[in-house]
């Protein structure tokens, strides 16, 4: 088994003529240990980047409620000027809380779809899992 000094093992096979079926076994369990090494570095890393993605999207949403929030303080002015004045005053601070609200629901959508499930699932692993299954169903053939 060879190893880069900067990157993952590397196995170097033996020639088929002279192996026998405990060198072959002997192979393949260092092969299946060293797959199951990078499998779990993959998982980790993947988890580490859709957790990431799942930070963002925390953080959009709460952005977003915050915004939303303060369109609702200014919905709550303009209600309070608009019984003050009953003129402009208040239709401008409507429109303004208004705007305010869209851009923070905007912002919870946003949030909402990057804390969806379907998102945070490692993709690349599963699929990797699936291509391992089959390399090994073909080497135990």
């Given amino acids: 088994m060879a190893t880069d000094p900067g990157g993952p ?3 170097s096979p033996r020639p088929k003529i002279d192996r026998s079926i405990s060198t072959l076994l002997s192979d393949l369990a ?3 240990i ?14 580490h980047e859709k957790l990431s993605r799942a930070g963002q999207g925390a953080t959009a ?7 939303a929030y303060s369109g609702w303080l200014a919905l709550v002015a303009a209600m309070i000027l608009a019984l003050m004045l009953v003129l402009p005053a208040w239709l ?4 303004v809380g208004v705007v305010i609200i869209l851009f923070g629901i905007v912002l919870m959508l946003i949030g909402r779809n990057r804390l969806n499930a379907e998102a945070l699932m490692p993709q690349r692993t ?8 089959e390399w090994l169903k073909e080497r135990l053939r």
């Fill in 92 to 95: 401008s601070a409507t429109i």
């Fill in 34 to 47: 060293l797959l199951f090494r990078q499998e779990m570095a993959l998982v980790k890393a993947e988890l």
């Fill in 126 to 133: 599963l699929r990797t899992l699936r291509e391992d299954e």
């Fill in 9 to 11: 093992e590397v196995i």
């Fill in 30 to 32: 260092g092969e299946t």
């Fill in 61 to 67: 949403l709460g952005a977003g409620a915050l915004i």
